[in-house]
């Protein structure tokens, strides 16, 4: 099997990837050919025991896709994105990756020709909802989206699924729940506060918290995304049927709950470290968000969290990032 992964430069894009090195297979079938594309190059690994080819381009230039796809890929994992808060400051940058570029490498999928027919799965976001909310958004629920990336997911959601309808592809898109606990460096995600407060607390680093803490969110680790990722590249598709996009399963929990968690498992004076300093435009952006789902549908398919609780979810960032320890 030929996987090809765009945006594996990323965090989530990353962890795919050591996960498929390390298993070697993707459900039934062994890897033989892995190609790694993104804007910068991600690393090449090591040691594998197949070929690994890493890409890096805009992959929305014209003939960009074409050639991405030239070795005819049996499974694609489309993780690329600008993410929420820099597609709502750039407009032009959000549309030309999120939409134009989607779009270039449906068409390409569906021009191959030769009975090309590639699973592709493609992560959109809970942000294709907009308030006013239930209070648990299920599986009927419209898409009103109140911000750009939030419209951009939700075209690329109803292409993908047109496009499974008409036979080019087999694709399925899962909407991840916000990330939660980021490794790495913040990006330019307006969520990112909900994996700073308490990844920097953790390492000694203080954080900043840019709205109040009765915010509500919907959150899984990076160990469930990767889960997510995997199952979708393998379930049987006929199960899903014409509905190709479903909300993934996830924690609801408001960013109080979030510091009692940590208070929890790493102590008050770790907790200590998180300021208050309210930001307008993450108030702003925050507000129109989603904060709790029933996703039954995802679950009746197979879809499966990691965590049950918030003191989870801070657990696990300690044993997968920080070899079982924190700055106390």
Known sequence: MHILVLGAAGMVGRKLVER????GRLGKNDITRLTLHDVVAPN??????????????????PGAAEKLIAGRPDAIFHLAAIVS?????????????????????????????GGYKPRVVFTSSIAV???????????????????????????GELLLADYSR??????????????????GLPNKAASGFFSNILREPLAGKEAILPVSEDVRHWHATPR?????????????????????????????????EQIAALKRVAGEKVAARIR????????????????????RRA?????????????????????DELGGSFVA
């Open 20 to 23: 498929l090195l390390r298993d």
């Open 44 to 61: 090449k690994p090591e040691k594998t025991g197949f070929p690994v080819e890493t890409v890096a381009g805009d992959f929305a230039v």
């Open 85 to 113: 808060g820099e597609a709502e400051l750039d407009f032009d940058k959000g549309y030309r990756i999120n939409l134009d570029g989607t779009r270039m490498l449906l068409d390409a999928i569906r021009l191959a020709g």
């Open 129 to 155: 909802f907009g308030a006013p909310f239930p209070e648990a958004i299920g599986d009927e629920f419209f898409h009103t989206p109140l911000l750009s990336y939030g419209t951009q997911k939700a075209i």
């Open 166 to 183: 008409r036979g080019f592809l087999d694709g399925i898109g899962i909407r991840l729940p916000t990330i939660c606990i980021r490794p």
């Open 224 to 256: 469930s995304a990767v889960g997510f990722l995997l199952h979708a590249g393998t379930m049987d598709l006929a199960a899903v049927g014409p509905r190709r996009n479903l909300t993934m399963p996830g924690l609801s929990a408001t960013v109080g």
């Open 276 to 295: 208050r300093e309210p930001d307008p435009f993450i108030v702003g952006i925050v507000g129109g968000w989603p904060r709790n789902f029933d996703a």
């Open 299 to 319: 679950r009746e398919l197979g879809f499966t969290t990691a965590e049950k609780t918030f003191d989870d979810i801070i657990r696990i960032h300690i044993e």
